[in-house]
């Protein structure tokens, strides 16, 4: 027997639903029908009344789960992709991000994001929103990579008082097994050392984290490089402690995402291990993103449209070669 | 009609303008950093919500023009004053500022300036209610006014609160002006009231300068939805007697709509409706006014010697809680 990723997402929240009555779950098609990815399956039948479909109305969704939040309760919202977020845009950043510092009252509320791309799902099933949310105060943003933390952020995430954006990736959801939920006890705001090395180190986070193991493992294979992999796995906070203590033993520094190349993640990562740890660096920092264009539909551009462990390989390449 | 209630309603009419017209007269003193919005010619329609509610059951989320509902619910003038003034000691610590207030504990939530989305966040107050079992006899409701229910918010909370047949009620005050565009360039049906048979509410109209057709058909919509016939929406006609705001005249408010019926004012309605029907006598509305007047200008006064908000001194953290010992 093993666990996917996506098991864990629905063994998370079958524990919190049976654990905490002030939870429940919000989402288009989540109820009988189980979520677009299963990740609620089973769910309604075992928590009756507390799995509710919702109508295809985003901004709706969590301006309820908002309201529900003030008063106590502890909602877990699905975007059925987390492109569809967008129409949810306002009522995540205007009610949920403002509302601790403007009121003092804080919203326990948990979306979760099916985030990423996946061969053949195109533009609008496909994106990786968690530097928008990540820019706003008021938001925390986590980006699990494994089975582990996909449970245990989860669960993390929902304890928390404040709005919580959980970006899972679906690439991961059936891909990414485990024999069994194990954890290392690492809480939100803390990255993890995925792997370590001493040439360069890759930051990454999401499905990422996987994309950097292979090139890592091929450098090593090829030239005996020892490439050090960084999972953040929360973008927002963001742990610069681990960062920078990975840059002070390596030098170089490949901030890696799978998001598009303006902005973002890997450009608040450089931009800080350049202000904060600038005399670490024995190489100009590189960042590796999607290609910046709308993420294609058909598997061979979208294989090329997000780095592969080719393309990080290549910039890996550069980087020690400096 | 119950007598308590509606000389509860006209006493949050009077307080209201009393309060509103001080503010003014405050903003253009310079006194006041940030708008002003005036719900003068609205009171009528707000109060009769605001009164037909319960502070401490109900939920109550008053938008830009409901200061008259906001009084009748409960909310004390120093709250508005010192929100207005900046004063620290205000619900919002002067962090946000004039109709952006409200204590969400007290099931008043505050209200941001993205028009419709107050609709889902009360119907999710109601949500969590039934969740925890105790909605029985709890009405939530929210205020709009004709250009919120453009808003693609306004569309999807409607419809959710229907869909989950909550006990709410929404009241959409259509003053003919969202700022300052008129009807015709913000929807194209006939009656907005049309709309709550095509979201799959009750619906009820009303003339909003008539205090006590407010009160009856405020007060019925608000009771038909704590009685158990699902959410409600009410469209009152009316016009808003002020600018947007008061850094705005509101000439392009033609004259003859203003001569119209549309714009009396429903406190001057009120004043004569309330005497007629033996409610009140002028001689307790005059010792009302003059009450009202000094309540007022206790809360600006002491408001405005409240300290203001110390940059150095601030909290700046949006999160509450601190991870590895560290502000989000």
């Known amino acids: 027997m093993s666990v996917t990723y996506v098991d864990a997402i629905r063994e998370a929240q079958e524990t919190l639903l049976r654990e905490d009555p002030r939870v429940f779950l919000y989402g288009q098609d989540i109820s009988k029908f189980g979520g677009a990815f299963k990740a609620t399956k089973g769910l309604a039948e075992a928590f009756p009344g507390r799995v509710l479909d919702s109508p295809i109305s985003e901004d709706a969704m969590i301006g309820m789960a908002v309201g529900a939040a003030i008063e106590g309760m502890r909602p877990i919202v699905e975007m059925q992709f987390a492109d569809f977020s967008s129409v949810a845009f306002n009522q995540i950043v205007n009610q949920a991000a403002t509302h601790y510092y403007r009121t003092g009252v804080p919203v326990p509320l948990t979306v979760r994001l099916p985030s990423g791309g996946t061969p053949g799902s195109g533009p609008f099933h496909s994106q990786s929103m968690e530097a928008i949310y990540a820019h706003y105060p008021g938001l925390v943003v986590v980006t699990p990579a494994t089975v582990a ?174 | 009609m119950d007598r308590e209630y509606v000389r509860d309603m006209f006493r949050a009419m009077l307080k209201a303008r009393l309060l509103e017209s001080k503010l003014s007269s405050l903003y253009k003193a310079g006194k006041i950093v940030g708008g002003v919005y005036l719900g003068k010619g609205q009171e009528a329609v707000s109060a009769a919500l605001g009164a037909s509610l319960v502070k401490g059951r109900d939920i109550f989320a008053p938008l830009i023009r409901d200061q008259a509902g906001r009084t009748a619910f409960g909310e004390p003038l120093i709250d508005c004053t010192r929100t207005y003034l900046g004063s620290v000691l205000g619900p919002m610590k002067g962090r946000d500022g004039n109709i952006h207030r409200g204590r969400p504990l007290d099931g008043m939530p505050a209200m941001i300036s993205h028009l419709g989305a107050q609709v889902p966040l009360v119907g999710g107050m109601l949500m969590a209610r039934r969740l925890k079992g105790c909605l029985d006899g709890v009405v939530g409701a929210t205020c709009v006014g004709d250009g919120a229910t453009s808003t693609g918010a306004f569309h999807e909370g409607v419809n959710m609160v229907a869909v989950e047949r909550l006990p709410m009620v929404v009241v959409v005050s259509n003053n003919q002006f969202a700022y300052s565009t008129p009807n015709d360039r913000q929807f194209a049906c006939e009656d907005l009231l049309d709309r709550a048979k095509g979201y799959g509410l009750g619906g009820h109209a009303v003339d909003g300068t008539d205090p006590l057709a407010c009160a009856r058909v405020i007060g019925r919509a608000v009771a038909l939805a704590r009685g158990g016939a699902g959410p409600q929406m009410v469209v009152a006609r009316l016009l808003r007697l002020s600018g947007h705001g008061e850094h705005d005249d509101g000439s392009y408010v033609p004259g003859d709509l203003r001569g119209s019926s549309l714009g009396r004012d429903c406190l001057e309605n009120g004043i004569v409706q309330m005497i007629d029907a033996g409610f009140s006598t002028v001689e307790e509305i005059e010792a009302w006014q003059l009450e009202y007047a000094d309540e007022v200008q206790a809360a600006v006064a002491q408001a405005q010697q409240e300290p203001t908000p110390d940059p150095w001194h601030e909290d700046w953290r949006a999160c509450s809680v601190e991870l590895g010992g560290k502000a989000i």
Do not use: Q
């Open chain 1, 149 to 322: 933390d996909a449970y245990h952020m989860l669960i993390d995430a929902v304890a928390m008082d404040d709005p919580v954006v959980y970006c899972e990736h679906k690439f991961l959801y059936r891909w990414l097994k485990a024999p069994r939920i194990n954890g290392d006890g690492l809480p939100i705001g803390k990255a993890r050392i995925t792997r370590p090395g001493k040439h360069a180190t890759v930051v990454a986070y999401s499905a990422m984290v996987h994309e950097a193991v292979r090139a890592a493992e091929r450098l090593r294979d090829e030239g005996g490089w020892e490439i050090e992999v960084v999972d953040l796995r929360s973008v927002k906070p963001l742990d610069m402690d681990t960062v920078l203590a990975s840059v002070s033993r390596t030098g170089r520094l490949l901030a890696l995402g799978e998001a598009f190349p303006w902005g973002g993640v890997t450009a608040e990562v450089v931009a800080r291990v350049c202000a904060e740890g600038f005399h670490l660096l024995d190489a100009p920092p590189r960042r590796l993103n999607s290609r910046d264009t709308p993420v294609p539909y058909h598997p061979k551009l979208w294989a090329a449209h997000r780095p592969t462990p080719e393309s990080i390989c290549i910039a890996l390449r550069e980087l020690l070669s400096f």
